[in-house]
T-cell receptor
Framework: NAGVTQTPKFQVLKTGQSMTLQCAQD?????MYWYRQDPGMGLRLIYY???????DKGEVPNGYNVSRLNKREFSLRLESAAPSQTSVYFC???????????????FGDGTRLSIL | SQQGEEDPQALSIQEGENATMNCSYK?????LQWYRQNSGRGLVHLIL?????REKHSGRLRVTLDTSKKSSSLLITASRAADTASYFC?????????????FGEGTQLTVNP
């Protein structure tokens, strides 16, 4: 099993450009998450989807949008990229449904995004 | 400061030694999780310990939880070079609105051969 797959692995954008980060999981998990990881700040939750058809804001949602396309796929869109969004982005999924957080989260290997 | 804070920020030991990392948090929790991250990779779940548990083991890993002190520790026994990674604690805080884990900034462990 592939687990959680993120594409692309690397991307360089210019300020103002848009792009969509893709994430897919093959574990039939209900919940999916998008995080960003910056040096010295740990992981911060951007958006999450507790079940198919629902999405909610996390700690740092400004400048991002998400789509839970189906149970497998959860995409993150930057509409107008800014240098402050330079980061490593991780997608994760969990078998816990609804608002439960009592199951491990499974992470992809990340997308390294640089915005010039 | 963050809900989960690891201590120390960096730890360097020799192969075969034990490594202990600590995590402190501020509010009551439902559970606490430990994750490992190898350089350039995603996080990998290690152990989940619930608020009513005091200790859990998994192979060479031992996690303790002291809810009265709002702290947890991760012990890796007989460390190996392959244990070199960053280790993060994550808390599911009862008072946190919404549904999310809060990650600490991590401890960078280096195991020298």
């Amino acid at each position: 099993n592939a687990g959680v797959t993120q594409t692309p692995k690397f991307q360089v954008l210019k300020t103002g450009q848009s792009m969509t980060l893709q994430c897919a999981q093959d574990m039939n998990h209900n919940s999916m998450y998008w995080y960003r990881q910056d040096p010295g700040m740990g992981l911060r939750l951007i958006y999450y989807s507790a079940s198919e058809g629902t999405t909610d804001k996390g700690e740092v949602p400004n400048g991002y949008n998400v789509s839970r396309l189906n149970k497998r796929e959860f995409s993150l869109r930057l509409e107008s990229a800014a240098p402050s969004q330079t980061s490593v982005y991780f997608c994760a999924s969990s078998g816990a449904g609804g608002t439960r957080l009592d199951q491990p989260q499974h992470f992809g290997d990340g997308t390294r995004l640089s915005i010039l | 400061s963050q809900q989960g804070e690891e201590d120390p920020q960096a730890l360097s030991i020799q192969e075969g030694e034990n490594a202990t990392m600590n995590c402190s948090y501020k509010t009551s929790i439902n559970n606490l999780q430990w994750y490992r991250q190898n350089s350039g990779r995603g996080l990998v779940h290690l152990i989940l310990i619930r608020s009513n548990e005091r200790e859990k083991h998994s192979g060479r890993l031992r996690v303790t939880l002291d809810t009265s002190k709002k702290s947890s520790s991760l012990l890796i026994t007989a460390s190996r070079a392959a244990d070199t990674a960053s280790y993060f604690c994550a808390t599911d805080a009862r008072e946190t609105s919404g549904s999310r884990l809060t990650f600490g900034e991590g401890t960078q462990l280096t195991v020298n051969p």
